[in-house]
C-alpha cells in the first residue's frame, strides 16, 4: 500500500545575523526587487557576457580571487 507524507523538513525560515550595521545596509541596499523588464535586462547582459557577445555586460567588477560581496557593474563590449 503507497502511503504519501507531507516533508516538512525542507521548510525552514532562513535567519540572518549582521555583525555590523554595514553589513545590514549592504544587504537592504542589495536585495531589491526587480520587475520583469529590470530582470530580463539583467539575464540579457549576463548572457551576453557568458557569450562574449556585443553589447552591455553585467560582469564582475573585480576579477581575481573570490570576495565578498561580488560586486557587478555594466560594461560595454565590443569584440574583436
Same mark, same amino acid.
Given at each position: *500500500?503507497?502511503?504519501t507524507k507531507t516533508d516538512t523538513s525542507r521548510h525552514?525560515?532562513?535567519?540572518?545575523?549582521?555583525?555590523?550595521?554595514? *553589513?545590514r545596509k549592504y544587504w537592504v541596499d542589495n536585495n531589491v526587487e526587480l520587475t520583469k523588464a529590470e530582470c530580463d535586462h539583467h539575464i540579457l547582459g549576463m548572457y551576453n557576457s557568458f557569450y562574449n557577445r556585443r553589447g552591455w555586460h553585467y560582469t564582475r567588477k573585480h576579477e581575481g580571487s573570490e570576495q565578498f560581496p561580488i560586486e557587478k557593474h555594466w560594461v560595454w563590449y565590443e569584440p574583436l
Open positions: *500500500m503507497l502511503m525552514h525560515q532562513l535567519q540572518i545575523e549582521f555583525p555590523d550595521e554595514h *553589513m
